[in-house]
């Protein structure tokens, strides 16, 4: 079965600046998608990035873009840039892509990243 | 364009009573899917349902606990007997096909007295 590990449950950064949170994960695939997404306070999940595993490029959305190691099985995320409003509980997520695979997203246990101003 | 709509947002049950709770997914999505979030944990996989078809329901305890997404209206998740365990944010997804990006509804978080 497939497992998403967050290692950090906490991290903290100053405003303006740049923070990595890590996840690895385990699965006998070759092919998946990997997402993290973000719960502010209000609890709703909020889809922040997507990869496919297929994909040698790394993700990049604004402020916010990924480092994906396949071999090493790694899939951190990078805030640059850090602002109040990224305060927030991160999940890291895998799913499975192939046809008539599980589509059940797999969520790590998440890291609460705090926001110094 | 609304997003995926889930009631109640909020909900008390005392021991040995049912929970119901709703899930209206996106405009254009036919697919729904339920996870279960207890304290201080991730999102756990309970239930992937099609219009009138459960597709994957490996992640729904054995008793207890039912789903269904009718032709017309809501995907509902039925909690019969609730105990105190079952106090949790339980979240609904949706997309628009298998393989597509899973869009989360607010969540409804249910304590159990």
């Known amino acids: 079965a497939q497992t998403v590990t967050q ?24 092919d998946y998608y990997l997402f993290w997404y973000k719960q502010p306070p209000s609890r709703q999940m909020i889809l922040v990035i997507r990869q496919e ?5 790394n993700a990049t959305e604004n402020r916010f873009s990924v480092n994906f190691q ?31 695979g599980s589509e059940k997203l797999v969520f790590g246990k998440g890291t609460k990243l705090t926001v110094n101003p | 364009n609304a997003g995926v709509m889930q009631n ?12 119901r709770l709703r899930c209206s997914p996106m405009k ?7 996870y279960r979030q207890l304290p201080e944990e991730g999102l756990k996989f309970m239930v992937y349902l099609q219009k009138e078809n459960i597709i994957d329901e490996s992640g729904m305890p054995k008793e207890r606990f ?17 105990v105190r365990g079952d106090s ?8 628009r096909a298998p393989g597509e990006t899973q869009y989360f509804g607010p969540g409804t978080r249910l304590l159990v007295l």
């Open chain 1, 70 to 100: 396949k071999a090493a099985k790694s899939f951190s995320l990078k805030i640059s840039d850090s602002q109040l409003g990224d305060a927030a509980m991160y999940f890291c997520a895998y799913r499975d892509i192939t046809q008539g």
């Open chain 1, 7 to 30: 290692s950090q449950p906490e991290m903290s950064v100053q405003e303006a600046e740049t923070v990595t949170l890590s996840c690895t994960y385990d699965t006998s695939e070759s």
């Open chain 2, 8 to 19: 109640p947002r909020h909900l008390v049950r005392r021991r040995g009573q049912e929970a």
């Open chain 2, 66 to 82: 039912s789903a269904e997404f009718p032709k017309e209206g809501p995907s509902i998740l039925r909690i019969q007997q609730v």
């Open chain 2, 88 to 95: 949790a944010a339980y979240f609904c997804a949706s997309s």
């Open chain 1, 53 to 57: 595993a297929y994909k040698q490029q």
């Open chain 2, 28 to 34: 254009g999505h036919s697919h729904v899917y339920w």
